[in-house]
Nanobody, 120 residues
Framework: QVQVVESGGGLVHAGGSLRLSCVAS????????MGWYIQAPGKQRDFVAS???????HYADSVKGRFTISEDITKNTVWLQMDSLKPEDTGVYYC??????????????WGQGTQVTVSS
């Protein structure tokens, strides 16, 4: 089994910053990709940012230049630095690691999410 735990959410004023953390643990052989998604109230879950172990990063257009994803593969940890936050960044942020497990299968997992609220 793989466990995913996010942390770092909270309430912040527009223009402020937050740093989210995600740690994946359990029967992981390797992490292929780790991503962040947002689910705003009443909306579908949308992509925010991701990185691959090859070093490639991707960002949603709405967060480019404001959010930065970084990682420490040795610790199965990924961070999302969120600057210049806007009210539309409000939602539950989910971490989504795509891993190879000890039974040599590849699949992705989800954490329980961490709430980010940006007030105007």
């Amino acid at each position: 089994q793989v466990q995913v735990v996010e942390s770092g959410g909270g309430l912040v004023h527009a223009g402020g910053s937050l740093r989210l953390s995600c740690v994946a643990s359990g029967s992981i052989v390797s992490i292929l990709e780790m991503g962040w998604y947002i689910q705003a109230p009443g909306k579908q879950r949308d992509f925010v940012a991701s990185f691959t172990t090859g070093g490639t990063t991707h960002y949603a257009d709405s967060v480019k230049g404001r959010f930065t994803i970084s990682e420490d593969i040795t610790k199965n940890t990924v961070w999302l630095q969120m600057d210049s936050l806007k009210p539309e960044d409000t939602g539950v942020y989910y971490c989504n690691p795509y891993v190879t497990t000890m039974d040599m299968k590849r699949r992705d997992y989800w954490g329980q999410g961490t709430q980010v609220t940006v007030s105007s």
